[in-house]
T-cell receptor, first 110, second 110 residues
Framework: GENVEQHPSTLSVQEGDSAVIKCTYSDSASNYFPWYKQELGKRPQLIID?????GEKKDQRIAVTLNKTAKHFSLHITETQPEDSAVYFCAAWDNNDMRFGAGTRLTVKP | EAQVTQNPRYLITVTGKKLTVTCSQNMNHEYMSWYRQDPGLGLRQIYYSMNVEVTDKGDVPEGYKVSRKEKRNFPLILESPSPNQTSLYFC?????????FGSGTRLTVV
């Protein structure tokens, strides 16, 4: 089955700096890679996703890149703001189920 | 818009007392899933269901049961809860190419 690894587990940046979170997956059949943001006490919410036929996708300050050959994908947040502070999860879907990384706690210091 | 309703939001129970956490969706989606979330371990899948009367084990099914008698509902059953099942539980549906999570159920077993 699919195995998703996520790094780093914690990340602290200064407001305005960029943040990058990286994930690797094991199953080459995986074809959909979403990223979720979870604020304290709330449910995970989808923030951006990418499918296997696309190498990069951008939505305002966030972007995701996918390298199918190396089986890794990354989340990039530019011009970080304090409200970006949360736990971020990557995931991979292989047509049967969704596997999640262990999460990254991002702290943006004002 | 897809909605996932979980109940209860909070539950404290004693070891061995059977309990059910309910999950219902309003959009006739086929795929539903249960996860538990524990600090440092991310979201781990308990069971998932691809359709009515079709359920499969996830990564951590021990101590849990599910049923899918109708498309709308996917209850999680703990026949004999133990303290190691103290966790935050999320129901999720896969709709429109993305996961939508319920609000979560914080379960404490004493």
């Amino acid at each position: 089955g699919e195995n998703v690894e996520q790094h780093p587990s914690t990340l602290s940046v200064q407001e305005g700096d960029s943040a990058v979170i990286k994930c690797t997956y094991s199953d080459s059949a995986s074809n959909y890679f979403p990223w979720y943001k979870q604020e304290l006490g709330k449910r995970p919410q989808l923030i951006i996703d990418i499918r296997s036929n696309v190498g990069e996708k951008k939505d305002q300050r966030i972007a995701v890149t996918l390298n199918k050959t190396a089986k890794h994908f990354s989340l990039h947040i530019t011009e970080t703001q304090p409200e970006d502070s949360a736990v971020y999860f990557c995931a991979a879907w292989d047509n049967n189920d969704m596997r999640f990384g262990a999460g990254t706690r991002l702290t943006v210091k004002p | 818009e897809a909605q996932v309703t979980q109940n209860p939001r909070y539950l404290i129970t004693v070891t061995g007392k059977k309990l059910t956490v309910t999950c219902s969706q309003n959009m006739n989606h086929e795929y539903m899933s249960w996860y538990r979330q524990d600090p440092g371990l991310g979201l781990r899948q308990i069971y998932y269901s691809m359709n009515v009367e079709v359920t499969d084990k996830g990564d951590v099914p021990e101590g849990y049961k599910v049923s899918r008698k109708e498309k709308r509902n996917f209850p999680l059953i703990l026949e004999s809860p133990s303290p190691n099942q103290t966790s935050l539980y999320f129901c999720a549906i896969f709709s429109g190419g993305a996961y939508t999570f319920g609000s979560g159920t914080r379960l404490t077993v004493v």
